[in-house]
T-cell receptor, first 112, second 115 residues
Framework: KQEVTQIPAALSVPEGENLVLNCSFT??????LQWFRQDPGKGLTSLLL?????REQTSGRLNASLDKSSGRSTLYIAASQPGDSATYLC???????????FGTGTSLTVIP | DARVTQTPRHKVTEMGQEVTMRCQPI?????VFWYRQTMMQGLELLAY????????DSGMPKDRFSAEMPDATLATLKIQPSEPRDSAVYFC?????????????FGSGTRLTVV
């Protein structure tokens, strides 16, 4: 069974800092990896999707990388803002069946 | 923007009552998931469908949970009888899988409280 781990569980940074969130998975046979954001009491918003053949994806201040062989992905947030405060989740899709597994999330607080 | 619509947003019910949650996937999406989120367990997959056929429901307690897709525009998750431990937020997600997986879109969830 695929296990997805996110470290750290919580992170607090001052506004303007660049930061990195980590996601690791035990089975490298993934189809793709997706990063989501979840605000308190809300649903999940997709941020970036990386197919297994890709190394990274960028959207605005966000950059996600994928290293399948080491079972790792990182989400880089540049020039953090208070509005970035949320829980960030990564999810990997299995090579077959397209079922996807979530990590436990990183709760990010950006202090003004 | 295309959205996954879930109803109701909130539901409070007494233990033993039947609960039905509904999901309208994005038009054209052929894959629908049901997830449950709790503080203790995080996001757990309950069931998912491809082209309305159930592919995996191993995450569901079969004795009380059932999931169906009566048509391509509606997915339902039913709990009968409900128990306090079923209290959680239930999310539906849909996506298009056709040779390539283009990622999934989540609904806003149904917050269920069983008292």
């Amino acid at each position: 069974k695929q296990e997805v781990t996110q470290i750290p569980a919580a992170l607090s940074v001052p506004e303007g800092e660049n930061l990195v969130l980590n996601c690791s998975f035990t089975d490298s046979a993934i189809y793709n990896l997706q990063w989501f954001r979840q605000d308190p009491g809300k649903g999940l918003t997709s941020l970036l999707l990386i197919q297994s053949s890709q190394r990274e994806q960028t959207s605005g201040r966000l950059n996600a990388s994928l290293d399948k062989s080491s079972g790792r992905s990182t989400l880089y947030i540049a020039a953090s803002q208070p509005g970035d405060s949320a829980t960030y989740l990564c999810a990997v899709t299995r090579n077959t069946g397209n079922q996807f597994y979530f990590g436990t999330g990183t709760s990010l607080t950006v202090i003004p | 923007d295309a959205r996954v619509t879930q109803t109701p947003r909130h539901k409070v019910t007494e233990m033993g009552q039947e609960v039905t949650m509904r999901c309208q996937p994005i038009l054209g999406h052929n894959t629908v998931f049901w997830y449950r989120q709790t503080m203790m367990q995080g996001l757990e997959l309950l069931a998912y469908f491809r082209n309305r056929a159930p592919l995996d429901d191993s995450g569901m307690p079969k004795d009380r949970f059932s999931a169906e897709m009566p048509d391509a525009t509606l997915a339902t998750l039913k709990i009968q009888p409900s128990e306090p431990r079923d209290s959680a937020v239930y999310f539906c997600a849909s996506g298009l899988v056709k040779g390539t997986n283009y990622g999934y879109t989540f609904g806003s969830g149904t917050r269920l409280t069983v008292v």
